[in-house]
């Protein structure tokens, strides 16, 4: 992408020789993600361009350096796109996710939106023979429900309000489920991703162009209420709702981005002692977490898949979620496969 609206297309050299800890792997499936969407837009607030896009993938493993152990060729694989310093603080604690240097492939690096992509064994995640390579591809934005989830303090038995219906936050609602959440509510204004959350095992659902959003948390939480918010829309209504309805002293998760800064009241959230946490794309065990629950058909991610584009007609899928978008979750981009 050589600005925001324009994508080029270039032949270049293949990779030729690999370093001994590195795998060479020919993509076959590219998944497009909401936040290469801000991109296109001109809207991203960390990314500056050109930039190869592509950091939800999937494909088979060609090559391998000498030291490599993990996999070997013809095995299918992901891999994590953090690039991170690993000096930082952040590094030395274990939470390079949050790298003060962090660059992430498809955004400030280059990504995978390639015939071939070569990466560190130990951002390599293997995937086991059941698992597809649309399946596969689907396994970095599973990894970012996986930390979500895990962000919530002690999940078990609280009612959950997740704000968006989208990919993320359908995934993000299964993870919870799965983790032992008592009652999960979806609240977005597309009525087709709240029917796939549905689809998605998600019982209770709001749609907030028919239904007051207060009216939806007394009609699925009587008087319990709820103690979890994840906001996943990154949109300023969603977490104004989620501050001014949730129990005093609980949990909001920030997932969304958010292309302009949301208003709100510190006051509020000061005199209820709400908690207010981010939460930032993952860790290598948040992705072993997704390929064990994807693999254990514990999580759906077959309804999500709305279209497949040939690698050619990348900006044609680009358009057709933006006249598509309260229609469609997740597009993908077929490339080798």
């Known amino acids: 992408m050589t600005e925001p609206g324009k994508i080029k297309f270039s032949e270049i ?38 930039i190869v896009q592509g950091h939800e993938y999937s494909g088979e493993v060609i090559a391998v ?21 690993g000096e930082c603080n952040p590094c030395k604690r274990g939470d ?21 992509f070569v990466l560190p064994e130990d951002r390599v995640i293997k995937l086991p023979d059941n698992i597809s390579y649309q399946e596969g591809a ?10 979500c989830s895990s ?31 008592a009652k999960i509510l979806v609240s977005d204004i597309h009525e087709f991703r709240l029917i796939k959350a549905k689809e998605c ?77 981010g939460s930032m794309m993952y860790k290598h065990e948040d992705y072993l977490e997704a390929v064990d629950f994807l693999s254990k058909n514990l999580v759906n991610t077959k309804p999500l898949l709305t279209k497949l584009f040939d690698f050619e007609d990348y900006e044609e899928a680009y358009r057709y979620i933006d006249k598509k978008g309260s229609e469609s979750l997740k597009i993908m981009i077929n490339i080798n496969d």
């Open 201 to 277: 095992g998600i019982e209770f659902i709001n749609n907030v162009a028919e239904e007051p959003f207060e009216d939806a948390v007394k009609r699925v939480f009587g008087d319990e209420g709820f103690q979890v918010a994840i906001e996943a829309a990154g949109a300023e209504q969603p977490i104004l709702n989620a501050i001014n309805h949730i129990e005093n002293g609980s949990e909001i998760i920030i997932l969304g981005v958010f292309d302009k800064p949301a208003g709100i009241n510190m006051s509020y959230v000061c005199e209820h002692e709400l908690v207010i946490k």
């Open 13 to 50: 050299k293949s990779p030729m020789e690999l370093l001994p800890d590195e795998v060479l792997l020919e993509i076959k499936k590219i998944g497009v993600c909401g936040s290469d969407i801000h991109v296109w837009h001109g809207k991203h607030p960390f990314t500056s361009y050109p």
């Open 151 to 181: 962000r919530v303090t002690d999940l078990k038995n609280k009612n959950v309000v997740v704000f968006g219906a989208g990919t993320i936050g359908n995934i993000v609602s299964q993870f919870l489920k799965i983790k032992g959440a």
């Open 96 to 116: 390079y996710n949050v790298c003060e240097n962090l660059r992430v492939q498809g955004f400030q690096s280059d990504g995978c939106a390639q015939d071939y």
């Open 65 to 85: 350096g000498d030291n490599v152990k993990l996999v070997k060729p013809g095995d299918k694989a992901t891999g994590r796109p953090q690039l991170v310093c």
């Open 138 to 147: 689907m396994v970095e934005p599973l990894a970012v429900g996986a930390h």
